[in-house]
């Protein structure tokens, strides 16, 4: 027997063996529990013990796993070596083979067999088998989603493999997919036991002296994340567990970032629901998922053992289609089917690119592959970390002070490295001598072939061109296509003319179009920047010919034209107050001015080079600059001085924009990065890498949790700022896009490019809308209207074009129901929605972004009707034959009331939350008291199906229609019946009463609305009349003065009862229109349908030329 068994002491049974001395006995400091360096941390060769090591098999934080092989037993093992910190003491030690004979004592198919814990020469090793697969971490990918079920049995057999080790008192404390191997037979085992918690207290170990978190933050649990160690126990690992379920689901985990970016999500944040981020996910096992995710303890799944019973339910319901999917043979989970090799050969593709990079003189861009590949500490690839980290040194080494490199790349574009800095040498005047050669022949030929009256050889000879004549023409119309149609060619209109070249006095008024943009001329040179003023009445914009111009956004009039730069003016902007313009000129200097006169208010004096990009924050104090002196200012306006100098670019800054509530600044530029700044201190937050060539534009997303940004790379890229990733990359442009911007409600992203096109994209769904043509050059500059109907493009034809929004581009989309949706109801504080639905389900929405939230289900049958308490925690719906109390927070059901013997058709609250209103399918009307359930009264019956019930806003009235045509009110403190109305014979479909209560109106199956005095019931006139289809939901705006109604072919229609010629119509659902109701702070109008989506109008801050 090897002599070094000896020295060993076994912890498995707790017993020496004959003949061992302890080591700890002969250790220097040893004694007293005193701490000494342990030598854990040299690799393994040859022999150790019985063992004879073979290979490492990866290193972590916590240890370093050989594969090995137990010469006694002949059987392979997996060895694990943990890494203790010099100043482990003997109760830290001692506590690890506490540990890991209780790990040692389970036996369990999904666990892995821990084989002998021990010590030699010094070192704690723990033997476990060898399990010959691959770990769980393979087989996620967002670009592989896996099927539901079979995720679904893969945590159902941890959660059991868990239960058993509960049950035991023995708790993981590191559960992640890296931690569990799929093996040949496709079993999940769950390795890693006993080796989580290394130190006197749960979580020690996993911080250094600085605090700095060792581990798996991601899927930590939050009272792990905060260092809650007596709280730390089986429900963490439901916790963890409910992570990776998540990440199984979604290809991604919930919470993303940095380190302590991490942490504070896990403490703080909720994650977004799986449903957001894979569409159509069962409800039910969402809620599972997220339950099991609950930040505070008491609302968690209670057990692992429970986990396992919920899924398993789950799963027997899906018995029908769980074959179809490989749920008996786990067939994704396949070692053929991993996805985690495609790292390598990402990897592999880097190496080669950089090598050939470094090859051209590429040094800049090889350098960003080389600085990313060296940070990889996944020891599976150890030999990309290795080789860049040697690379990187040549690159070093080779970036002299001075060294200019100058190659020419495949496609024949000239590049120059110096001193590192990558720079594209533009070809534009090449280009533009061949488009001007090209030009003259063109015209050459055609005063040769046409008649010598013809109206454009007439125009054309009178003037001087501003763009080459084999441009694409100016098109007055400004045609307007969508992807994936032709693209015809634009006929040159015969009165094209040209601006003027010295600037003109106020030009005359120019019409607004209906038919295509509105022109803005007046500038004699490139247009570099256009934005709107707060209150959408003014445009500004900024020119080459050094020029600043104040145009009434309306009509097209130039009001103003401000002269003070002696160079181009590159960038515009008016603070919210719209009392003061600022523009950064090349002439290096920031200029103020009145936007009313039009006169000098002052000069910022700072940067050392062309001033680029200028932005107010929100209470107009204060002003961030941009320039190509490689710097980003801070300026207070009020002393009219700078406040902070932010350096950190390594080249040109082309914009700097601040967030929402100015915490924080954007900028970006010619170094490609996209930086993130704390405003109040002046330190880099974090650098979004991704545009591999020069940016020029970017913003923060309305709510502050995404970015845009685009570039000369020809894409268009979205950030989540919480994880510092892309999102998405938007390809469409066929050039450089040098703008972008999120429109006020997030929902979309106009670009501009030097394609000379205009693009609106969706910004959830990230495709490509709509394109408008019509400039005759390329673009600078695009920005929304602060309404979102209309955007201006800036162009270096010299104009500014202004282009209404197609009207269906304008609402918010919200998906996620299976089946047609119901009503919508808008939280007390505004900030949430929710809906119901045919799918039997209650979701939550983000009012501002429309991004979901969670989902509520219980309903066994439809759900008809919804309605936020006094609270936006309390949530009521009615649909089956029951009246159910949801806790948003939770997304807990806390109370159910059977409320009918047969089917609930309507249902609403009384305005201060203290009783329910309920109609059914047999016409009964009952109310119901919101804290015990109680029935209150019963009122009068319907002869047929109630369809819509309402409470009066001053709560005095009790309103309901039906199928039989009439609608009853009654008096809501007795119950007794105060009128009943009827409009005609159809069947009265919905009803609404006004926000002074005393009108009432209906909608019938015929089309009609009708609008009644309460008090006496005179039904009054002028009602526009829009049509015969059925009518499903009638809403007043929250003023009280137009009425809008959700019709049965998809439109929804708001009239202004009194005046029949009053008539808006607005389309967008491809079915039927089931609901209409308006947010009472934004004025946005909520529309639901049967083509199962939620649409937000920005309908009462809408222009009326819509």
């Known amino acids: 027997m090897d002599e070094t068994r000896d020295s060993r002491q076994t912890r498995l049974t707790g017993h020496d063996l004959p003949g061992d001395n302890s080591p700890l006995a002969s250790q220097p400091g040893a004694e007293g529990g005193v701490s000494r360096p342990l030598a854990n941390v040299a690799s393994l060769t040859g022999s150790f013990g019985k063992y004879l090591v073979e290979r490492c098999l990866g290193e972590g934080a916590m240890g370093t796993v050989y594969l090995a092989t137990d010469s ?192 504070a999500q896990v403490i703080n944040d909720e994650p977004d629901p799986p449903s957001a981020i894979r569409q159509g996910l069962d409800p039910q096992l969402e809620t599972i998922c997220l339950d099991m995710m609950a ?57 080669h690119l950089a090598d050939a990079l470094i090859g051209q003189g590429r040094l800049s861009m090889a350098a960003r592959i080389v600085d990313a590949m060296s940070g990889v500490d996944d020891p599976r690839y150890r030999e990309f970390s290795e080789w860049a980290r040697s690379r990187k040194l040549d ?270 600044i954007l900028s970006a530029g010619a170094d490609t990065d996209v930086v993130l700044w704390n405003t109040t201190t002046g330190k880099q937050l974090s650098v979004l890498e991704g545009h591999t060539e020069e940016i020029w534009s970017g913003m923060f997303s309305p709510d502050g949790r995404q970015a845009v940004t685009s570039g000369d790379d020809h894409t268009i890229r979205i950030w989540d700022l919480a994880t510092s990733k892309e999102v998405a990359s938007l390809e469409g442009h066929t050039d450089e896009v040098n703008g972008v911007c999120f429109s006020p409600n997030g929902r979309l992203i106009a670009s501009a490019g030097v394609d000379g096109l205009v693009k609106i994209w969706d910004a959830v769904a990230h495709t490509e809308l709509a394109t408008f043509k019509g400039h005759t050059d390329y673009l600078w500059d695009v920005a929304f209207s602060p309404d979102g109907t209309r955007l201006a493009s800036a162009s270096a034809d010299a104009t500014v074009r202004v282009w209404n929004v197609p009207q269906h581009l304008l609402a918010k989309i919200l998906r996620g129901h299976s089946e047609p949706v119901g009503k919508v109801a808008v939280s007390p504080d505004g900030r949430e929605l929710a809906s119901c639905s045919m799918d039997q389900t209650v979701r939550l929405w983000d009012a501002t972004s429309g991004r979901p939230g969670r989902v509520l289900a219980g309903h066994s049958h439809w759900v008809w009707g919804i309605a936020f308490g006094n609270s936006s925690d309390t949530l009521f719906s009615a649909g089956d034959n029951t009246l159910r109390q949801w806790n948003t927070r939770t997304g807990k059901e806390e109370q159910k009331v059977e409320v009918t013997d047969g089917q609930v058709r309507a249902f609403a609250l009384d305005p201060k939350s203290q009783f329910a209103v309920i109609g059914d399918n047999a016409g009964r009307l009952t109310t119901w008291t919101l804290d015990t359930g109680r029935k209150l009264l019963s009122l009068s019956r319907h002869a047929d199906e109630i369809s819509d019930v309402a409470v009066s806003p001053d709560g005095r009235w009790i309103a309901s229609c039906g199928l039989d045509g009439t609608l009853a009110i009654h008096s809501s403190s007795d119950g007794k019946l105060h009128r009943n109305l009827s409009g005609s014979k159809a069947k009265l479909q919905c009803l609404s009463f006004r926000p002074d209560s005393q009108h009432i109106a209906a909608g019938s199956h015929a089309g009609d609305v ?41 439109r929804l229609v708001v009239r202004q009862p009194g005046d029949p010629d009053d008539l808006i119509t607005l389309e967008g659902h491809r079915e039927g229109a089931l609901s209409v109701c308006f947010h009472p702070r934004t004025g946005e109008m909520i529309s639901s349908s049967f083509d199962h989506t939620i649409r937000m109008w920005p309908f009462l801050n809408a222009s009326r030329s819509r």
């Open 72 to 263: 006694d037993l002949q059987r392979p093992v997996a060895l694990k070596i943990p890494k203790f910190e010099a100043a482990a003491t003997e109760e830290i030690r001692e506590r690890f083979f506490v540990e890991a004979r209780a790990a040692a004592a389970l036996r369990h198919t999904n666990l892995c067999p821990v084989y002998e814990v021990g010590e030699i020469d010094g070192r704690c090793f723990l033997a476990m088998a060898y399990i010959d697969g691959r770990p769980l971490s393979d087989f996620v990918s967002p670009d592989h989603p896996l099927p539901v079920d079979q995720v679904a049995t893969i945590i159902t057999r941890l959660a059991d493999g868990l239960a058993h080790a509960h049950s035991r008192d023995v708790v993981h404390r590191d559960l992640k997919p890296s931690n569990v191997i799929i093996d040949p037979q496709r079993e999940p085992i769950l390795t890693d036991f006993g080796l989580a918690r290394q130190s006197g207290t749960p979580d020690a170990a996993r911080l250094t002296g600085t605090g700095t978190i060792l581990g798996s933050p991601a899927y930590m649990s939050p009272e792990q994340a905060r260092g809650r160690l007596h709280e730390i126990g089986p429900r963490s690992d439901v916790y963890s567990l409910g992570v990776m379920f998540y990440e199984l689901l979604t290809g991604r985990l919930p919470f993303e970032g940095g380190i302590a970016e991490v942490l």
């Open 295 to 351: 930040k505070p303890l008491d609302r968690r799944t209670a057990s692992a053992a429970e986990v396992a019973v919920e899924i398993n339910a789950w799963l027997a319901r899906q018995s029908d289609t769980a074959t179809s999917s490989g749920i008996a043979n786990l067939d994704a989970f396949d070692s053929s089917k991993a996805v985690g090799d495609a790292r390598r050969e990402q990897l592999e593709n880097d190496r």
């Open 395 to 664: 690159i070093q080494k080779s970036r002299r002070p001075g060294l200019v490199v100058s190659y020419t790349a495949a496609d024949g574009t000239r590049f120059i490295d110096i001193s590192g800095r990558l720079f594209r040498a533009r070809t534009i005047w090449i280009a533009t001598a061949i488009v001007m050669v090209t030009c003259l022949v063109t015209l050459e030929w055609y005063f040769n072939h046409s008649p010598p009256n013809d109206p454009v050889q007439l125009a054309v000879s009178q003037t001087t061109p501003t763009a080459p004549d084999n441009e694409t023409p100016d098109d007055p119309t400004g045609e307007t296509s969508n992807p994936g149609e032709s693209e015809p060619g634009l006929p040159l209109p015969p009165t094209a003319q040209p601006p003027p070249a010295t600037p003109q006095p106020t030009p005359p008024a120019v019409s607004p179009r209906t038919d295509g943009p509105m022109v803005l001329s007046g500038h004699s040179e490139e247009v570099r920047q256009v934005v709107f003023s707060s209150d959408s009445r003014l445009l500004i914009s900024g020119s080459e010919d050094s020029s600043v111009r104040i145009w009434d956004a309306t009509s097209g009039r130039m009001l103003l034209n401000c002269t003070g730069h002696d160079d181009t003016v590159e960038s515009v902007a008016i603070n919210p107050a719209g009392s003061m313009i600022a523009s950064g000129g090349a002439d290096d200097l920031i200029r103020l001015w009145n936007p009313v006169t039009g006169k000098p208010l002052g000069i910022l004096r700072g940067h050392e080079d062309t001033v680029t990009h200028v932005d107010f924050t929100s209470d107009g104090k204060t002003l961030v600059s941009a320039s190509d002196d490689n710097t980003v200012r801070l300026w207070d306006l009020q002393a009219r001085k700078e406040t902070r100098l932010f350096n950190g670019h390594s080249d040109s800054v082309n914009v700097a924009e601040f967030n929402h509530d100015a915490t924080r």
């Open 1010 to 1050: 009708f609008v009644w005095m309460v008090a006496d019931g005179t039904l009054q006139p002028g009602v526009a009349d829009a049509g015969t289809d059925v009518i499903f939901r009638l809403a007043w705006t929250p003023d009280g003065k137009r009425l809008a109604s959700a019709h049965g072919d998809g």
